[in-house]
Structure formats: structure tokens, C-alpha cells
């Protein structure tokens, strides 16, 4: 079955959903504020009229989008449930009639009034909708194979480090809650578990969560993050100066800028989500800083620790860019998303291909953005929009005292793409793990970047010498392993998936 020939149907499906989920939807409880968290430096969401505008215009129905596709970086509280199928049968009708009514929309989640208490999206593996019997080709070999297959494509040393559950192809789908608060969280999936009953198991879970306090939107390693997620064309009102700007294709199955052209058109307006639960090594990484800090006129041993850090990333912790603010913080600049994402790496007194003084070529968001190092306009291929989130404690004394982890914490990784080969798996195999992008020698990514579990070698930390070596004994990341699920549209999940 291919797009063109089904397009009526769709349609025609799309608008019966639409109706049914204005209905049901009215009597849910309205809630005080919101389950998401929006840091000033984070680009506000569109508002509801904005985006319907926007994807009137662009023929994009929110309605029939799950809604953590499009959103970003902005859960407060939430859990991956990662289930089994282990009676198909009884599952599919439920998936109709218990599932379905619970999935959150795009829509739904642009303002406070019309957020659910809790967030529900759901996701099928490849071993997931064989399962279900759905046997159509989606188009994109990488969720074919599965992730367990791609763990040496990955850099992953071997699958010793990952979580057992993920080793292999037994998860068949993955469930997404999110709220502010747990105990929404647990009552939403005890009230689905009662409907579901014995269909499916669990087979393992991860709650994840907003760092506390002032750190929320930052990660373990301190770093504000999920500043710089692309603008989709159908969905952002205002992109951000600097914000890369997507066709809703990029993103989405079946929209316009997806590549493939062979996707059955139940998967239309879907998109695949790969997780990886990231280990961080927290209170190594900031020994590796104390260690080594960037010895520099007019910084003190501190503020040389620090900038090494800014430099790994490419981002300073209020996420200013280096780019922008190359020798100390600046919160203000961080704060402002006019201004934060608004550089190319690309300077009048510098020559582009060769200087790295305000921001090293293996700088995280220069390897996963290389922006400008590729020509201009930029390439609009190799874009994921990240949707991950925190998870393990907060550091304790302890742990800080010994440099050494004892309670496991990192980001349970998020990523929404068409296409797992020009998104996630290009940006962690083709830039991230090689040492030779942009340029010849450069280094791996000092964060992300992975050899099997060998030392990585990156140049260009330090700004006075960026011919200089720097040698990395320690992953600070380290795979915990995960899988690669596709999140339809409601309309397949109440159609192609429940019959
Ligand atoms: C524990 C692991 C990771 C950490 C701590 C981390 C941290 C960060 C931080 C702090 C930023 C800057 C803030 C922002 O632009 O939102 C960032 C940006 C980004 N990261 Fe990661 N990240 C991790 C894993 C990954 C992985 C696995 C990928 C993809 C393979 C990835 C892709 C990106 C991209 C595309 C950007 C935006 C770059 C830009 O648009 O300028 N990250 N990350
Ligand atoms: C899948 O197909 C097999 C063989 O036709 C059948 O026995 C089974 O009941 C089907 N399962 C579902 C969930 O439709
Ligand atoms: C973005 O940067 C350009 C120069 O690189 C500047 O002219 C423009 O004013 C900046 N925009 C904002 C909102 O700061
Ligand atoms: C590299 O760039 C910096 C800042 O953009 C500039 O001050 C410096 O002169 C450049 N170095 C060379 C060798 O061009």
C-alpha cells in the first residue's frame, strides 16, 4: 500500500477521529498548571491558535500527532514503560478502545487547559508490530533490525553495560507517561494496567525527572539542555534567530521532506522514537574538569575547569554559547532565546575551516550541528528533535567526595526522526564517533562520542593551542542500551494496529 493510493481514506479517518476526540475529551479535569517545565532559554511553544495556523497552512493534523513528538525537552516527571505483547489478540481491540482515548495529542498539550493530568504516547518496536501482525515494511532498515543490532554500528562496547532487558528483540512497545507529579503518573498507569490486563507484561521501566530546583532543564553534567531543537514548518509560529527550520518531513512519516517514498500510508504522521537510557558518569566528568583546567591569563584554576567544560560541549551551563561567549558564562545571553542559539560558527576575523579558538570542532553541538562547517544554507537531513530527560539522584557527598558514581544517573535519551539513518544513528556514527569530522583529526565527541571502549583522542580544547591533544581514559557516557519504536499516528493506532 503506498501513500498516493489511500489518501481518501485517510482523510476521511482523520476527520472521524478529530470529532470522537473533542467529545471524549471535554469532561477531562482541567488542571492548575502545566505538566511541562519552560525554561526562559527554551522557545515557547506555539500557541493553540499559532500552530493550527501554521499547519492549516502546511496540510499538518495535530490532532492525529502524538504529543511528544513535537515538543521538545519539556517533561516534568516522566516514565518509559516497556511492555510485552504477550496475547495479541486480546491486546488489539484494547488498544482501540483503552489505549487510544488516553493518547495525548500535539494539540492538546499547546496550552494548560486542555493538558490531560497525565501524558500518554505509546510506541512499537519492529518485534512489536510483528507481533500484531503488521507485517508492511515501514521503510527504514535501522527499526527493522532493532537497536541490539545496531550496537557496534553505536560504538558500544559489546552489550555488557546494557540493561539485560534491552539486549535483544523481546521489548514489543513502549508506553510514555508524563505529569508533574508521580502519583499522577502511577495512577495513570494502574488505571491502564487494570485495562489492559494480562495482554501485556511489563518487562521494564525508567522513571525520569526534572533536575530540582534551578537545575531543572539541565542535565546530570549541569548543562542547560533542549535549547536547540529545530522548528517545524506546520507547527512553530516564530522559529528562534539561529533555530534550524524543517519541513515537517524531517520529523514526521509522509509529510513533505520525508525521503522515502515507499511508507505504507497507515504510517503517515508517524514518527520513530529512539531511547537510550545514557548512563552519565557525573562526579567523574567534574574530576576530569578539576584535573585538567585550561590554563589561560586572567582565569583562575575554577574558571579554566569550567571553560573546559563549556568547550566539551559547546555550551556554557546557562547555555550561552561559546561561540558567542568564548572565555567566560554569560546567563543573560544563555537566558534569552533570541539571542542563545543565534551563531554559525562562522566569524569575519576567522578562518571557518581551521579555527577553533571560540569553539572546537568536537564540541557536542558543533558535532551534532555542525551549522556553518557544512556550507550555507545549512543541510536540513541530519536534524532529530530531542525529547529526553533526566533520570537517576542528584550527586550526593559523598559521591562527590570519592569522584567515583555509586547510584546510577544519566539521561534517558529521546530522539523523533522519519528516517533512524539520517537522524540518531548518523549523527552518534558519522560526526559524533568520528574523529575526522568536520576535518581530519579533529576528535571524537568529548561527550557523546564512542569507540568500542577505547581511549578517544580530541584536539582543540584548548583555545591556546588547538593543535593540542587531549587524551579521554573515561566514557563519561555510557550506553545502557535501549531499542527503536515507531509512534503512529492516532489514526493508525485506532485503525491498521487494532484490527
Ligand atoms: C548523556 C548524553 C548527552 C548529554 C549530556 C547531552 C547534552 C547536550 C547539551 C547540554 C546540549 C546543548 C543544549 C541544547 O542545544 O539543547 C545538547 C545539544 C544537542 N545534542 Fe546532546 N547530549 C547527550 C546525548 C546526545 C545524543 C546521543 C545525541 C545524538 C546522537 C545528541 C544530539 C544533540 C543535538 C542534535 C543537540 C543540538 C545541537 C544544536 O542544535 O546546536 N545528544 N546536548
Ligand atoms: C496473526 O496471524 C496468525 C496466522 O494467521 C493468527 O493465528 C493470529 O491470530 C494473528 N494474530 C493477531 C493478533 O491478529
Ligand atoms: C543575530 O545575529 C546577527 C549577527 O550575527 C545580528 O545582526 C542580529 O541582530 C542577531 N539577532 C538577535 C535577535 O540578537
Ligand atoms: C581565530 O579566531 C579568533 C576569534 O574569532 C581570532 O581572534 C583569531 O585571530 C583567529 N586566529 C587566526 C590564526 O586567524
Redesign the pocket.
Known amino acids: 500500500m503506498k501513500l498516493s493510493i489511500n489518501l481518501v481514506s485517510t482523510v476521511v479517518l482523520f476527520s472521524g477521529l478529530a470529532s470522537a476526540a473533542n467529545s471524549r475529551r471535554a469532561p477531562t479535569p482541567r488542571r492548575a498548571s502545566s505538566l511541562l517545565i519552560n525554561p526562559d532559554a527554551f522557545p515557547d511553544l506555539p500557541t493553540v491558535q499559532a500552530a493550527t495556523a501554521a499547519a492549516d497552512a502546511a496540510g499538518l493534523n495535530l490532532d492525529d500527532i502524538q504529543g511528544d513528538v513535537l515538543i521538545g525537552m519539556k517533561k516534568n516527571q516522566e516514565l518509559f514503560y516497556f511492555f510485552s505483547i504477550a496475547d495479541a489478540v486480546d491486546f488489539k481491540p484494547k488498544l482501540a478502545s483503552d489505549i487510544v482515548p488516553l493518547i495525548t495529542t500535539t494539540t492538546q498539550l499547546l496550552d494548560v487547559s486542555t493538558e490531560p493530568t497525565t501524558l500518554v504516547n505509546i510506541a512499537f518496536s519492529q518485534s512489536g508490530l510483528t507481533t500484531l501482525n503488521v507485517t508492511d515494511a515501514l521503510g527504514d532498515s535501522a527499526f527493522t533490525g532493532g537497536q541490539f543490532k545496531d550496537l557496534k554500528t553505536l560504538g558500544d562496547p559489546g552489550s555488557t553495560n546494557w540493561v539485560p532487558e534491552f539486549a535483544g528483540t523481546g521489548i514489543h512497545g513502549v508506553l510514555l507517561f508524563a505529569s508533574d507529579t508521580v502519583d499522577n503518573i502511577n495512577t495513570a498507569v494502574a488505571g491502564l494496567e487494570a485495562a489492559l490486563g494480562d495482554s501485556i507484561t511489563k518487562v521494564y521501566s525508567l522513571q525520569a525527572a526534572a533536575r530540582p530546583g534551578s537545575e531543572a532543564g539541565h542535565e546530570h553534567f549541569g548543562f542547560l539542555d533542549g535549547i536547540s531543537n529545530p522548528a517545524i514548518t506546520g507547527f512553530t509560529a516564530n522559529p528562534m534567530p539561529g533555530q534550524s527550520v524543517l519541513n515537517a518531513g524531517a520529523i514526521l512519516v509522509g509529510e513533505t521532506g520525508d525521503t522515502v517514498t515507499t511508507r505504507p500510508a497507515w504510517a503517515k504522521d508517524g514518527s520513530f522514537l529512539v531511547f537510550r537510557q545514557l548512563e552519565q558518569l557525573v562526579p567523574e566528568f567534574n574530576k576530569f574538569l578539576t584535573d585538567n583546567p585550561i590554563v589561560e591569563d586572567g582565569l583562575t584554576a575554577q574558571q579554566g575547569s569550567d571553560l573546559l567544560g563549556a568547550r566539551m560541549v559547546g555550551r556554557w551551563k546557562s547555555g550561552a554559547p561559546i561561540d558567542l561567549a568564548?572565555l567566560f558564562d554569560d546567563p543573560a545571553l544563555g537566558a534569552d532565546p533570541t539571542r542563545n542559539n543565534n551563531f554559525t560558527f562562522a566569524?569575519a576575523?576567522?578562518?571557518l575551516a581551521t579555527?577553533q579558538?571560540?569553539c572546537p570542532f568536537s564540541a557536542h553541538i558543533r558535532k551534532t550541528r555542525p551549522r556553518a562547517d557544512l556550507g550555507t544554507p545549512e543541510e536540513t537531513v541530519h536534524h532529530i528533535m530531542r525529547a529526553g530527560i533526566p533520570y537517576g539522584p542528584e550527586v550526593s557527598d559523598a559521591e562527590a567526595a570519592s569522584s567515583t558514581t555509586s547510584t546510577e544517573r544519566g539521561l534517558a535519551f529521546v530522539a523523533y526522526q522519519s528516517n533512524i539513518a539520517n537522524g540518531f544513528r548518523f549523527l552518534q556514527q558519522t560526526w559524533a564517533n568520528s574523529a575526522n569530522f568536520v576535518h581530519a583529526g579533529v576528535g571524537v565527541d568529548p561527550v557523546i562520542g564512542a569507540l568500542a571502549g577505547a581511549q578517544r583522542v580530541v584536539t582543540g580544547l584548548d583555545p591556546t593551542d588547538s593543535t593540542k591533544a587531549t587524551t579521554l581514559t573515561t566514557d563519561f557516557v555510557v550506553s545502557r542500551g535501549g531499542e527503536y519504536f515507531f509512534s503512529p499516528s492516532l489514526s493508525a493506532l485506532a485503525s491498521t494496529l487494532s484490527v
Do not use: A, I
Open positions: 568564548p566569524h576575523d576567522s578562518v579555527n579558538t571560540r
